[in-house]
């Protein structure tokens, strides 16, 4: 959102997380992972996120002399959660220890008009409202572009966003709407309340004709890395989605699990794997793979649409 609002060369320091746009590569880091996450399955990482929770430890370990060296009037953070970010008292604690004390702009979105109101707020703050307000009608024409295309749909397609693979979490917050505008139904999703684990049972009774794998934090080749595990599932098999190709792993970061503007790129990006007759996709090609299961349920994969 910083970059959209053309302050890219105003960013001082980012979280190790903030890797787009481009022009952040090379910004120093203040917010850094406290778990090897790059290397632990889905299953270890929500065991040691659940433990870490328990035992009152953070997830994040910020800074503190480098960001009392960067002297930030503004700083960027959410509360809306404590697993993707650091959030609450994560932040509060370091801020207090800074001898020059910041705005703070707290950002808790669950929707996408909720996005688009943080980016306002953005644009308040740093003097951006004009870009703000222009980045967001530009998104809410893009968006309304392909309801004005679905709204007419006499079939939408059942659709599960599976937000994690192991255990098996639904999409939350934004997420289903999107699906919604996109021409699909997410039953089993929760829309404005936060992604929960779910039964594998429910996805089986739900039986989704397009299911699309976006775990929370992960680019397309980590997606793509951990999606064989699925065909471990009862059933999985005889998921129509699974029957009639139309599984796909996506770049759940770039698209989906962060609260800014390409959530309409993503929203597009939806359109096209939902309804690939009606919406094309012209955006990266990296930002989708399908994946194929075989009778012995091995997994293969294309970039095919």
Request: aromatic fraction near 6%; proline fraction near 7%; charged fraction near 25%.
């Amino acid at each position: 959102m910083v970059c959209a609002l053309g302050l890219g060369d105003q960013l001082v320091g980012i979280t190790h997380e903030c890797d787009y746009p481009p022009e952040v590569k090379g910004k120093p880091i203040v917010v850094r992972n406290a778990l090897p996450i790059e290397t632990m399955s889905q299953r270890e990482i929500d065991e040691a996120v659940a433990k870490r929770m328990h035992d009152g430890l953070s997830l994040y370990e910020v800074d503190e002399k480098l960001l009392e060296e960067l002297a930030p009037v503004l700083i960027l953070t959410q509360n809306l959660c404590q697993v993707c970010a650091p959030s609450g008292n994560e932040v509060s604690q370091p801020l207090n220890a800074l001898s020059r004390k910041p705005q703070i702009l707290w950002l808790t979105p669950r929707a996408l008009a909720e996005i688009a109101q943080n980016v306002r707020e953005l644009g308040e703050a740093t003097g951006r409202l004009k870009e703000a307000e222009e980045l967001i009608n530009e998104g809410r024409a893009r968006l309304e572009k392909i309801a004005g295309v679905t709204r007419k749909l006499s079939h939408r397609p059942r659709v599960f966003c599976l937000e994690w693979l192991a255990p098996v979490y639904c999409s939350g917050h934004w997420m289903p709407e999107m699906v919604l505008i996109a021409g699909g139904v997410d039953e089993l999703g929760r829309k404005g309340a936060d992604s929960v684990r779910i039964p594998w049972d429910d996805v089986l009774r739900w039986s989704p004709e397009v299911l699309i794998v976006t775990p929370c934090g992960f680019n397309l080749d980590k997606v793509i890395e951990q999606a064989p595990q699925l065909a471990a599932y009862p059933g999985w098999a005889d998921l129509p989605a699974v029957r009639e190709g139309r599984v796909f792993a996506v770049d759940a970061n770039s698209y989906f699990a962060r609260p800014g503007p390409r959530v309409v790129e993503g929203t597009e990006l939806l359109a096209h794997l939902i309804h690939p007759r009606l919406f094309a996709w012209t955006g990266s090609a990296k930002a989708y793979q399908r994946l194929e299961f075989s009778a012995a349920n091995q997994m293969n994969y294309s970039f095919s649409s």
